[in-house]
C-alpha cells in the first residue's frame, strides 16, 4: 500500500513552458486536493476533486489546470510556467463521506521555474 | 472564505517544557479543526484533530483545545522532546462533499536540548 505517490519530484521550468504532475493513490479515497506550498504561507487549495468526475477552483486556481483522470489519479497541469509558480507542490486525498476527515499528502513535488 | 491565522510563527522551548500554538479562524461555519506536523523536506501528517462538538481531545503528550465563541484553537505539547521540532500547521475545514482545508501559516518548533 504505497499511499499517495507524485511524479516527478523535482522539476526544472524555464518560463513559458509546460509540464503535468501526477499524483495517484492507491487507499480507494474519493476526494482528492492540489496543494502549493511556499515559504511563510503554509498550504493554499489550489484545486480540488470532491470525487471522480467533479474538480472545483480551490483558493489559487489562476495558471492551473486539473483531470481527475479517474478514481485514483488527479493531475495538475501548468499551461504556460511562470517565475510566481516556483513552489512545493502536494497532493492530497481524503476517504470522503462524513467519517473521517483526515487527508493524506503525498511526497511532493518540487518544482523551480526560471 | 475562510481566514486562519496562526501564532507565533516561531516557538523555541526547553527540552521537557510546555509548547502552545494558536490559531483564530473567521468562518463560525467551520467544524472541523485538524493539526498537521511537517519535518524539514517530509509531507505534513496529521497529528490531533478536533470536531466542533468537542471542546478538548488528548492524546498522550499532544492536546488540542476549541473555544467556538471566541473562533480560536489551540495545540498544546507537553514534555517536549527534540524530535518534536518541526513545522505545526493548524487548519480549518467547514461542511460540504470535499471538506477542503484553509491553512495557518505554520510556526516553527524548536525543542532546545
Known amino acids: 500500500n504505497a499511499g499517495v505517490t507524485q511524479t516527478p519530484k523535482f522539476q526544472v521550468l524555464k518560463t513559458g513552458q509546460s509540464m503535468t504532475l501526477q499524483c495517484a493513490q492507491d487507499?480507494?479515497?474519493?476526494?482528492m486536493y492540489w496543494y502549493r506550498q511556499d515559504p511563510g504561507m503554509g498550504l493554499r487549495l489550489i484545486y480540488y476533486s470532491a470525487s471522480e468526475g467533479t474538480t472545483d477552483k480551490g483558493e489559487v486556481p489562476n495558471g492551473y489546470n486539473v483531470s481527475r483522470l479517474n478514481k485514483r489519479e488527479f493531475s495538475l497541469r501548468l499551461e504556460s510556467a511562470a517565475p510566481s509558480q516556483t513552489s512545493v507542490y502536494f497532493c492530497?486525498?481524503?476517504?470522503?463521506?462524513?467519517?473521517?476527515?483526515?487527508?493524506?499528502f503525498g511526497p511532493g513535488t518540487r518544482l523551480t521555474v526560471t | 472564505g475562510e481566514n486562519v491565522e496562526q501564532h507565533p510563527s516561531t516557538l523555541s522551548v526547553q527540552e521537557g517544557d510546555s509548547a502552545v500554538i494558536k490559531c483564530t479562524y473567521s468562518d463560525s461555519a467551520s467544524n472541523y479543526f485538524p493539526w498537521y506536523k511537517q519535518e524539514l523536506g517530509k509531507r505534513p501528517q496529521l497529528i490531533i484533530d478536533i470536531r466542533s462538538n468537542v471542546g478538548e481531545k488528548k492524546d498522550q503528550r499532544i492536546a488540542v483545545t476549541l473555544n467556538k465563541t471566541a473562533k480560536h484553537f489551540s495545540l498544546h505539547i507537553t514534555e517536549t522532546q527534540p524530535e518534536d521540532s518541526a513545522v505545526y500547521f493548524c487548519?480549518?475545514?467547514?461542511?460540504?462533499?470535499?471538506?477542503?482545508?484553509?491553512f495557518g501559516s505554520g510556526t516553527q518548533l524548536t525543542v532546545l536540548p
Open positions: 487548519a480549518a475545514s467547514t461542511s460540504g462533499s470535499a471538506r477542503q482545508l484553509t
Open positions: 487507499m480507494n479515497h474519493n476526494s
Open positions: 492530497a486525498s481524503r476517504i470522503g463521506g462524513s467519517s473521517n476527515y483526515e487527508q493524506y
